[in-house]
């Protein structure tokens, strides 16, 4: 439910409730990979936080390994950042 709400907010530009609601996900169920995900797409708003945002990806790729759109997202901010 958290993560559910915390995307509709993200949808309509109230990032920091989002992050919130995803925060609130993440202390739930820190092995959620959608929530980690979720919480990836909020960090890449505006102010983008980056590599906060791959570190989530990150984590939800390696609980969901064959999670393609996790593993394009992690390769995608690599590619985008550098080493």
């Not at 993440?26 to 708003?45: I, N, Q």
């Not at 989530?56 to 999670?67: I, K, S, T, V």
């Amino acid at each position: 439910m958290h993560n559910n709400l915390g995307l509709a907010l993200l949808q309509l530009g109230r990032r920091n409730e989002a992050i919130g609601q995803l925060q609130t996900v993440l202390r739930l169920a820190p092995d959620s990979a959608d929530g980690h995900f979720s919480m990836g797409r909020a960090l890449l708003g505006a102010p983008a936080d980056e590599r906060g945002a791959l570190r989530e990806f990150e984590r939800a790729a390696q609980l969901r390994p064959d999670w393609a759109v996790a593993q394009s997202a992690v390769g995608q901010l690599r590619a985008r950042l550098g080493p």
